[in-house]
């Protein structure tokens, strides 16, 4: 069956550094556009970056543009992401997860594309 596990998230000072993994399992992973959505305590989903089942395409939230980086291991199996200059504001759950095939999916939109999410990893920004 199809699996995203993330991994990686934990209690970062602001300025900070994580690195993100999701570990894909059940399907070809390199078949599949795959996202990264975060929700924030009391608020909703939020997109934060999208890579094309290549890696060779990118697209990030302006919110985290030129501090986080998307990046993906296909023959592991594993979507990452990096995420540098951590701010409070940055604090969120972290999902990752996967854009179906057959629908339509909208660069930074949490749209119904996804037909598979993650359990998602905890990232705490505080001093």
């Known amino acids: 069956q199809v699996q995203l596990v993330e991994s990686g998230g934990g209690l970062v000072q602001p300025g900070g550094s994580l690195r993100l993994s999701c570990a894909a399992s059940?399907?070809?992973?390199?078949?599949?556009?795959m996202s990264w959505v975060r929700q924030a305590p009391g608020k909703g989903l939020e997109w934060v970056s999208d890579?094309?089942?290549?890696?060779?395409?990118?697209y990030y939230a302006a919110s985290v543009k030129g501090r986080f980086t998307i990046s993906r291991d296909n023959a592991k199996n594993t979507l990452y992401l990096q995420m540098n200059s951590l701010k409070p504001e940055d604090a969120a759950l972290y999902y990752c997860?996967?854009?179906?095939?057959?629908?339509?999916?909208?660069?930074?939109?949490?749209?119904?594309?996804?037909?598979?999410w993650g359990q998602g990893t905890q990232v705490t920004v505080s001093s």
């Open positions: 890579i094309n089942s290549g890696g060779g395409r990118t």
């Open positions: 059940g399907f070809t992973f390199s078949s599949y556009f």
């Open positions: 997860a996967r854009v179906s095939l057959t629908s339509p999916h909208i660069i930074g939109v949490v749209d119904d594309s996804y037909d598979y």
